[in-house]
Each structure stands twice: as structure tokens, then as C-alpha cells.
């Protein structure tokens, strides 16, 4: 948020899952980032939410819409023009009280063969395994345990939202912050993975 | 929405009611179905003002209340319309459900008496069982319990008293409540993983 046009590590790995010359919506649009990279190298239309007014000048560069809102407010998805090829949820369900609400709305808003693409962090990952076996579960102000996260998730529980909501994930990929942790990471996946990205359409 | 109906109160609910003075002047907030504004109002003669974000389950509970108020607590508006002062506000099992706990015990505040307390109830999240499960890869949200699926914070001992530091007061009681026999000195000297729940008394700081 506070570095603007830095993509993070799971960016690129969902810049590779979005479709080029797509109609994306970018919820959570923050600083821009992702948006502005789909738009500039994959030539995306982008249509940017975000719950903070701030970022509408970041957004205002590249996006086709921008929409002010949160996304768990029905009045935001009203004000959302036409339907999409990619929703992305760069980092936003474990924001949201309700992630199965966003999800079963994002239906009437994708295209035939649309799909959603989206990172969450990993709480099983090792260092938050290791703090709560000692007794530790302290949010800070970022990170896995950010204070802002309002919902936690798993390899498979993240897997399990998806296909509650009626969807199909058809890519699954996990985030390794570096080279030590992606190598642990080959005997642990699920320990080592600091975040997941995933792809997945609504089920037919 | 999720009712959350039960027939006896639990150990925390009773650890709470013992630290409400008879005839107190009482905000529940997030009253359910009503069982414990039911003990608040009949065995400790209390004056309850309950507060209920499901309408269905605020209409249960509303013979047990001398007023109700349906709302979310989350919200100014809510607390606009509940008209103080009381003697306690009693949380139970109602702060890891809300997206902001700090704002609300905050907005509290200035509904309590001058010698006025807040009573709470948190799971404890390092209970030992979801200690292991973690270690195993498990955080798996559950229809009740610690990892309710409608819980959005979740606190140890430590951050359960932080959320009231942080929020302008003082600890005046903790205790944690166990589900079986426990020796709350061993329990506590191994940072309470065996304590399934916090029950917490805070009075506000004042005049920082």
C-alpha cells in the first residue's frame, strides 16, 4: 500500500493467471500495482475498487472505472459496469467478514469462462505455527497476522471457500517469500507457502 | 443469522455473574436468546438493557430485559440510542465477534457509571487443542467453539489484555476458566494453554 508500483511476489504470480486483453476487476485496487502492470503489459481493461478514497488517484491513470466502496456493501457491486473476464482479490478475502458473500456475488459479474483469481496468506505457515505452539497469536501491522485480517486460511480451507461458493479451482499456487523457504518448501509445501494464489471458475 | 441458543449458562457466564453486584444496572450487549439476561434480571434482580444484532433472537430475548435494543454495536448509531450510566456492561462472548472490539470498548466508556466496569468473556486461542491442530496444518473454522466460523479476532491472554489496555482501562480481574479440574497456577505458568476462556473485569481509566 505505501509502495505504489512495487509488484509483490504474489502479484506476479497472479499477473500470470490473468488473461491478456481481459476485462478485470480489481478489487482492493490500493496502490495500483497490479492494475496498472495488467494494463500496461497484458493491455486489460480495468475496472479498480477500493474502500479508501486515496487510491482513486493512483487508480485514475489506468483504470476504465473506478468504483469507491466496500465490497461487502451491495450498493458497490451496483455501481460495477458490465461483467469480467478475471475478478481479482489481490490480498481482500481475509479482509472481508463475509469472503463467501463476495465470492457467490462475483458470479453475476463474470463472463462465460470468467474466473477469479485470488492470494490469500497462509496461516498455517511455519512461523505462525511455531508462535502459536508456544501460546503466541499477536496481529501486527502487516504480514500474515495483520490486524486488519478478519479471516484465516489454510491450504485446503482456502480450496474448501472456493468450492462451497460453487466454483472449480483450476490453478492452485503457492508463494514462496525465498529460496530457502522454496526449497523446505518441496518436503512442506503447506508450512513453507507463505501465500496461495489461486484460480477458479464457477462451476457449471 | 447464526442463534446461538443455550439452555445453561456456561462457566464463564457464571464467573461473570459472579462479579455483577445484585440490582446492578446492567448493558448486555449481544444478548442472543437471552440466558444470561435471564440470570442478570431473576436471580441478581438486575435492571438489563440488552443489545441484539438478530431481531428473531432479540424478540426471545426480550421479556428477560427491562429494554432492548436491536442493533449493531459496531455502529455509533446503536450506541446513540443505549442511555446510560451502568453499573457493568457485559460482553459474553460477543467481542471476537466484531470487526472492530477496541472501538467498541472505547465507545463503552461513555456509557458506564463512574465506578462503573466492563465484564467479558474471549476464547482463548491457544487453547492447547488448536495449539496442535496448527502445528498440523489445521485451522479449520467450526459451527461453535474457539473457531466459531462467525468469530472475525481472536485473543490469548496476552492480547486479551491488551485489547482492554489498548482501550482505556484496567484490568482488575482475570480469570480463566477451564473445562475440567485444572490448576490455574501450573495452567498459568505454562501461559494457559489449557484455559478454554478468559473472563475479564475492566474498569475505565479515567485520567491517563
Redesign the interface.
Known amino acids: 500500500m505505501d509502495q505504489p508500483l512495487k509488484l509483490r511476489m504474489a502479484h506476479r504470480a497472479i499477473i500470470t493467471l490473468v488473461k491478456p486483453g481481459a476485462a478485470v476487476l480489481d478489487v482492493g485496487s490500493g496502490g495500483g500495482a497490479l492494475g496498472s502492470h495488467v494494463t500496461r503489459e497484458l493491455g486489460c481493461a480495468v475496472t479498480a475498487v477500493d474502500l479508501h478514497p486515496q487510491f482513486e488517484a493512483y487508480a485514475a491513470p489506468y483504470a476504465k472505472q473506478w468504483v469507491l466502496g466496500n465490497i461487502e456493501d451491495d450498493s458497490t457491486w451496483r455501481r460495477i459496469e458490465g461483467k469480467f473476464d478475471n475478478i481479482v482479490f489481490a490480498d481482500v478475502l481475509e479482509h472481508l467478514a463475509d469472503p463467501s458473500a463476495a465470492l457467490e456475488r462475483c458470479k453475476g459479474y463474470l463472463v462465460d469462462g470468467g474466473s477469479v483469481i485470488a492470494s490469500v496468506p497462509n496461516v498455517a505457515y511455519y512461523r505462525v505455527r511455531q508462535h502459536l505452539l508456544f501460546g503466541r497469536f499477536d496481529y501486527a501491522p502487516f504480514g500474515i497476522l495483520d490486524v486488519t485480517h478478519l479471516r484465516f486460511f489454510t491450504a485446503r480451507t482456502i480450496r474448501s471457500l472456493f468450492a462451497e461458493c460453487g466454483y472449480e479451482v483450476t490453478d492452485f499456487v503457492r508463494v514462496f517469500t525465498n529460496a530457502k523457504n522454496g526449497l523446505l518448501g518441496r518436503a512442506f509445501p503447506n508450512a513453507f507457502a507463505y501465500e496461495f494464489v489461486l484460480r477458479a471458475t464457477p462451476c457449471r | 443469522m447464526k442463534v446461538y441458543k443455550q439452555e445453561s449458562l456456561s462457566p464463564a457466564h457464571e464467573a461473570i455473574l459472579a462479579m455483577v453486584p445484585p440490582g446492578a444496572r446492567v448493558l448486555e450487549v449481544g444478548c442472543a436468546t437471552g440466558h444470561v439476561t435471564r440470570a442478570l434480571s431473576d436471580r441478581l434482580r438486575c435492571e438489563v438493557t440488552a443489545v441484539e444484532l438478530d431481531l428473531e433472537q432479540a424478540e426471545v430475548a426480550q421479556p428477560y430485559a427491562r429494554a432492548m435494543i436491536v442493533g449493531d454495536i459496531g455502529r455509533q448509531q446503536t450506541w446513540d440510542s443505549i442511555h446510560g450510566p451502568f453499573d457493568c456492561a457485559v460482553f459474553a462472548d460477543v467481542l471476537e465477534h466484531l470487526?472492530d472490539p477496541w472501538e467498541a470498548l472505547r465507545r463503552c466508556r461513555a456509557v458506564l457509571a463512574g465506578d462503573g466496569c466492563v465484564l467479558a468473556s474471549v476464547p482463548n486461542?491457544?487453547y492447547y487443542r488448536?495449539?496442535?491442530e496448527?502445528?498440523r496444518?489445521?485451522?479449520?473454522?467450526t459451527d461453535y467453539g474457539i473457531l466459531d466460523d462467525a468469530h472475525?479476532?481472536?485473543?490469548?491472554?496476552?492480547?486479551a489484555r491488551a485489547l482492554f489496555a489498548d482501550s482505556g482501562y484496567t484490568v482488575t480481574d482475570f480469570i480463566p476458566i477451564y473445562r475440567r479440574r485444572m490448576a490455574a497456577r501450573i495452567d498459568r505458568a505454562l501461559?494457559?494453554?489449557f484455559a478454554y476462556q478468559f473472563v475479564i473485569r475492566a474498569v475505565p481509566v479515567w485520567n491517563p
Do not use: C, E, S
Not at chain 2, 152 to 159: S, V
Open positions: 470487526v486461542i491457544a488448536i495449539r496442535l496448527l502445528a496444518g489445521r485451522f479449520d473454522y472475525l479476532r481472536f485473543f490469548t491472554a496476552k492480547t501461559g494457559y494453554p
